[in-house]
């Protein structure tokens, strides 16, 4: 938008508006594929097709564009990607930074299938990956290789709730030449914006809080810098796994209310987590925002608020888990996170079950473990049905 400064829920509501004539102040869907030429242009590259305007859906369209362009605002960044997916987004940037013989250090619980794709299909072109404890930078600092062409970061992480520190892992990306990626899709922008603390790509799943309402499935990336935006935008649209302008307003749409939405949740949460940890049954609860969590103050320093998500184990462990879960009645059990629904899962057997049991004991995903992803439901409501469900536990 014009103005540079304005806030960042001023921006939420009027980022990436589309001049058009009748004066509607949503942003119109351009559903089409094609965008016609006013004349043939027979330049140096003739095939490069119109100077300005668009061309194609898959290159560019105004729907999504006016999208890319309200999150890179939200996100202070050079630009932004629109994706069919979150995992469209981390794919396009794989394969834009990694290539043959390369090698990725990553944090080890980050979203499942984020590892799974590196461990079981780019290692079949020579990519190997270090998936390490990112909580203590030293881990990566020994973890770099003379290979290593990409950091990632998942923080606060999937689902251990694990609080890396991005300016320490960005000078540390920095000194070797490497592009340091986060994962910011459990804080969205409204919380934490890793670019400002060093990163070179911040990428989101937009299914999950940007979008809001568990009616969409899509992705963002976006970059601090031109050129690996147009590196990475290269391999999005040559991939193919552009958002469709339908997708992109229904995003538009969600988006606005980005801010209320985390607000009403994370007091709600706040006050979840507390209950949690008093609750007989409970043995541990991992929320950035209590007292207990190990990155308590990295969490209060590097982003604006604890979130929405909770991980939490019950004493009587799997069992007791699943009879908690088998038994809400009001949260629903589900995977995804960041609606305005308060959803309930388990780890272990859903959004982490391609990580073999092994490694999952190691870096924090117990077998009793579930998750928790609180919505904009009256919090004393949630809470009753957690009650009650818990109270089947014998
Ligand atoms: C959901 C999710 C993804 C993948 O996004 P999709 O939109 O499901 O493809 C990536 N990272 C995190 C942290 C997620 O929660």
Redesign the pocket.
């Known amino acids: 938008m014009k103005n540079k400064n304005a806030g960042f829920n001023t921006k939420l509501v009027h980022s990436g508006k589309l001049e058009n004539s009748l004066g509607s102040i949503t942003v119109p869907i351009y559903q089409t594929s094609t965008f016609s030429f006013n004349n043939v242009q027979h330049g140096a590259d003739c095939f490069s097709g119109k100077d300005d305007g668009y061309i194609y859906t898959r290159l560019g369209n105004p729907t999504i564009n006016a999208l890319e362009e309200t999150i890179a605002e939200l996100e202070n960044g050079f630009g932004g990607i629109a994706t069919s ?6 794919n396009s940037i794989y394969m834009a930074l990694l290539g043959q013989g390369a090698h990725l250090v990553s944090t080890a619980s ?2 499942g ?2 590892r799974n794709v590196i461990e079981k299909h780019y290692s079949r072109f020579g990519v190997e990956a270090a998936f390490v404890n990112t909580t203590d930078p030293d881990n990566v600092k020994q973890s770099i290789k003379s290979n290593t062409r990409m950091i990632l970061v ?1 923080t606060p992480a ?1 689902p251990t709730m694990q609080i890396t520190d991005i300016r320490k892992i960005a000078e540390i990306a920095h000194k070797h030449g490497i592009p340091l990626v986060v ?1 910011n ?2 804080s969205s922008p409204y919380l934490q914006n890793p670019l400002d603390l060093g990163a070179d790509v911040v990428f989101h ?4 809080f940007i979008n809001g309402h568990a009616d969409v ?3 963002v990336i976006i970059t601090k810098e031109k050129d690996l935006y147009k590196q990475i935008r290269d391999m999005m649209v040559n991939i193919g796994c552009n958002m469709d302008p339908h997708q992109a307003y229904l995003v538009h749409r969600g988006i606005k209310t980005l801010s209320i939405r985390i607000e009403k949740a994370q007091k709600s949460a706040a006050k979840i987590a507390h209950w949690l940890e008093e609750h007989p049954l409970v043995k541990l609860v991992k929320y950035p925002g209590l007292r207990s969590h190990p990155q308590h103050e990295l969490a209060k320093k590097q982003m604006r608020g604890s979130g929405t998500m909770i991980s939490f184990e019950l004493k009587g462990g799997f069992d007791a888990g699943k009879v908690l879960m088998d038994n809400v009645e009001l949260v629903i059990l589900a995977v ?3 609606g305005i629904e308060t959803l309930i899962e388990h780890p272990a057997s859903m959004t982490h079950s391609g990580i073999s049991r092994e490694e999952k004991l190691k870096i924090g995903i117990s077998d009793g473990l579930v998750r928790l992803s609180i919505g904009i439901e009256n919090v004393e409501d949630l809470i009753d049905d957690l009650s009650q469900a818990l109270d089947k536990i014998s």
């Open positions: 997916s979150g995992m469209g987004a981390i980050i979203y299938p984020s998942e999937n994962d899709t459990f799943s937009i299914t999950k499935v899509g992705g995804s996170l960041g």
